[in-house]
């Protein structure tokens, strides 16, 4: 079965520093990795996915993230963290038996930036 | 704007009661899914549909039932609704059944139930 994992469930950062929000994946199969960020009383916005062609991705916004299969991390970075980049995020896996595209995801991180 | 609507956006209603949440998905989709965000739970799965037929399901209780019409839009239907049910419930639609497409989300219901 395939899982995900955030580490934190809240992560601060400084405007203008780096933010950085870890994510692990379990799968038996190759997996498609997915991040998806949520503003508050909004629906889900893609920032990138990971579908094997390369393992650094660049996505939305400034975003990007590295699949580094020995590790099982899908880690999710920006250079410089903007007020705006405040929102929950979400990491998530498919790709499991029945070549359905159901989307597992983490628990979330709430991305909190400071002034 | 995902071009992925649903409706209504927000729903009270009581125990024991059926509602029925509506989803379009984007031109040209032929996957719609339906998810299910509540505080203990997170965002779980509930069910797949593909060009009209059931694709996938995950965590869906028996309550709970879902189709997709010929001009593809989804209806979700829970009924017998318990205190537990209040959530959020997004719909997506991908162009592709698999894995390897992107799913769009839409803006949610949010379900209160008294």
């Known amino acids: 079965a395939q899982s995900v994992t955030q580490l934190g469930s809240h992560v601060s950062v400084s405007e203008g520093a780096l933010v950085l929000l870890r994510c692990n994946y379990s799968s038996s199969v190759p997996p498609y990795l997915f991040w998806y960020v949520q503003y508050p009383n909004q629906g889900l916005q893609l920032l990138l996915k990971y579908t094997s062609a390369a393992t650094l991705v660049k996505g939305i916004n400034g975003f990007e993230a590295e699949f580094k299969k020995s590790e099982t991390s899908f880690h999710l970075t920006k250079p410089s963290a903007h007020m705006s980049d405040a929102a929950e995020y979400f990491c998530a896996v498919s790709g499991g038996s029945g070549n359905t595209g159901k989307l597992i995801f983490g628990q979330g991180t709430t991305l909190q930036v400071k002034p | 704007d995902s071009g992925v609507t649903q409706t209504p956006k927000h729903l009270i209603t009581a125990t024991g009661q059926r509602v029925t949440l509506r989803c379009s998905p984007r031109?040209?989709?032929?996957?719609v899914y339906w998810y299910q965000q509540s505080l203990d739970q997170g965002l779980q799965f509930l069910i797949q549909?593909?060009?009209?037929?059931?694709?996938a399901k995950g965590n869906i209780l028996e309550r709970f039932s879902a189709q997709q019409f010929p001009d593809l839009h989804s209806e979700l239907n829970l009924s017998s609704l318990e205190l537990g049910d209040s959530a959020l419930y997004f719909c997506?639609?991908?162009?592709?059944?698999?894995?390897?497409?992107?799913?769009?989300f839409g803006p949610g219901t949010r379900l209160l139930v008294l």
């Open positions: 549909y593909y060009n009209g037929e059931e694709r």
């Open positions: 997506a639609s991908s162009v592709l059944a698999g894995p390897e497409g992107t799913q769009y």
């Open positions: 031109s040209g989709d032929l996957s």
